[in-house]
């Protein structure tokens, strides 16, 4: 199994984060800070609080559904 390292890592998951902020209803991801108090400091944690936030989004969206434009490529 290939490992992936751990700046790639970091990478990746500050790209969900900039899509979530960018797409998201505002106020279903803590800042860096509040995850860092809240979960905790690892790359899991961080993970863990983008996937509360995408599950707070589908919630939000399930009980308010609206109309939105498709996303803009994240790839440029």
């Known amino acids: 199994m290939e490992t992936i390292d751990i700046t790639e ?3 990746a998951l500050r790209m969900i984060r ?4 960018e797409h998201c209803p505002p106020g279903v991801l ?3 800070d509040q995850v860092n108090g809240q979960y905790g400091p690892t790359l899991l944690d961080e ?4 996937s509360a936030a995408i ?3 589908v ?7 609206q109309e ?3 996303a ?4 440029g």
């Open 9 to 11: 890592c970091r990478a």
């Open 18 to 21: 900039a899509t979530i902020e």
């Open 30 to 32: 803590l800042s860096e």
């Open 47 to 50: 993970a863990e609080a983008l």
């Open 55 to 57: 599950v707070a989004t």
């Open 59 to 65: 919630k939000r969206l399930s009980l308010d559904p």
């Open 68 to 70: 939105m434009p498709p």
């Open 72 to 75: 803009p490529s994240i790839k």
